[in-house]
């Protein structure tokens, strides 16, 4: 059991280049969301999906696009790469979110161990 | 939008001693998270506390959610090395079935031998 799976951990680009960051999971989790971390700011959410086919933004979406076309794949594309988007990116993952009040850690978010990109 | 304020942003303290850090926020949360993200690796959950006031312990981690639902505090007791790290509160919350969450800041922990 992997868990969550990000690749590649590390990458730079150029400002303008395009690139895919991968994420991965195991689990048969519904629920799938990509984050960026920057000093300061703690985790802001980029895209999130609920499901298979179904994605929405999150906190910080420009610049950013993603699909869900299967229940195990995320990935987050960057069509045209800025310095601004130079971050730690981490994607987490969890079981559907549930209807009401949880009771369990079933909706608790798993992280992959990050993809750090840099932007020249 | 929902926001944490997450504080200390940086604790330096010396091995042995206790540390107490703490997220407050104006919402409401249902469920509050504490997180820990060693160096070069995501966070991983600590502590998840689900009822107001409730009061939860994982071996020398305690954690409290607070009774108006608006903040939690998380207090690690004798500090070892392994404690080094980024600790993140969240808050979590649910908007026709979808599932929101919301990260403070971080605390820096840095331990002196």
């Known amino acids: 059991n992997a868990g969550v799976t990000q690749t590649p951990k590390f990458q730079v680009l150029k400002t303008g280049q395009s690139m895919t960051l991968q994420c991965a999971q195991d689990?048969?989790?519904?629920?799938m969301s990509w984050y960026r971390q920057d000093p300061g700011m703690g985790l802001r959410l980029i895209h999130y999906?609920?499901?298979?086919?179904?994605?929405d933004q999150g906190e910080v979406p420009n610049g950013y696009n993603v699909s869900r076309s299967t229940t195990e794949d995320f990935p987050l594309r960057l069509l045209s790469a800025a310095p601004s988007q130079t971050s730690v990116y981490f994607c987490?993952?969890?079981?559907?979110?549930?209807?009401?009040?949880?009771?369990?850690?079933?909706?608790?978010?798993?992280f992959g161990a990050g993809s750090r990109l840099t932007v020249l | 939008g929902q926001q944490l304020n997450q504080s200390p942003q940086s604790m330096f303290i010396q091995e042995g001693e206790d540390v107490s850090m703490n997220c407050t926020s104006s919402?409401?949360?249902?469920?509050w998270l504490w997180y820990k993200q060693d160096p070069g690796e995501g966070p991983v959950l600590l502590i998840a506390?689900?009822?107001?006031?409730e009061l939860t312990s994982n071996g020398r981690l305690t954690a409290q959610f607070g009774i108006t639902r608006k903040d939690s505090f998380l207090n690690i007791s004798a500090s070892i090395p392994s404690d080094v790290g980024i600790y993140f509160c969240?808050?979590?919350?649910?908007?026709?079935?979808?599932?929101?969450?919301?990260f403070g800041q971080g605390t820096r922990l840095t331990i002196n031998p």
């Open positions: 987490a993952s969890s079981y559907e979110p549930g209807q009401g009040f949880p009771s369990s850690g079933a909706n608790v978010l798993t």
């Open positions: 689990m048969n989790h519904e629920y």
């Open positions: 999906s609920v499901g298979a086919g179904i994605t």
């Open positions: 919402s409401i949360f249902n469920t």
């Open positions: 506390l689900y009822k107001a006031g």
């Open positions: 969240a808050g979590q919350w649910w908007v026709q079935g979808a599932q929101k969450l919301v």
